[in-house]
């Protein structure tokens, strides 16, 4: 099992920037891939940016160039920079892991708020 904790959340003024950290608990050497999502009130969960064991991370249209992805170590799983950040970025933002050989996401935290002001 792995228990994912999200942080880093904050209200911050729109151009400004945010790291949200992801630690993970438990048996974390199984895990493969590490994403991030985000859901917007009123709006379904979306994708913002994922990343694979020794790969190269992939995201979303409209995060590209703003925001980036990276791993960590064991514990600090992974990290999501966060710059130039728009009113439109508001929202909860979660932590995914999936293992080896996993089609989908296996594990999710509880989520961090990010609220970007105009």
Same mark, same amino acid.
């Given at each position: 099992? !792995?228990?994912?904790? #999200? &942080? @880093? %959340?904050?209200? /911050?003024? $729109? ?32 994708? !913002?940016?994922?990343? #694979? &064991? @020794? %790969?190269?991370? /992939?995201? $979303? ?7 980036a992805i ?30 080896? %050989? ?17």
């Amino acid at each position: 099992q !792995v228990q994912l904790v #999200e &942080s @880093g %959340g904050a209200m /911050v003024q $729109a151009g400004g920037s945010l790291k949200l950290s992801c630690t993970a608990f438990g048996n974390v050497f199984s895990i493969n891939v590490v994403a991030w999502f985000r859901q917007a009130p009123g709006q379904q969960r979306e994708l !913002v940016a994922s990343i #694979e &064991s @020794g %790969g190269y991370p /992939v995201y $979303a249209e409209f995060v590209k160039g703003r925001f980036a992805i990276s791993r960590g170590d064991a514990k600090n799983l992974a990290f999501l920079q966060m710059n130039s950040l728009k009113p439109e970025d508001t929202a909860v933002y979660y932590c995914a892991a999936g293992l080896s %050989g996993s089609p989908g996401y296996d594990y999710w935290g509880r989520g961090t708020q990010v609220t970007v002001s105009s």
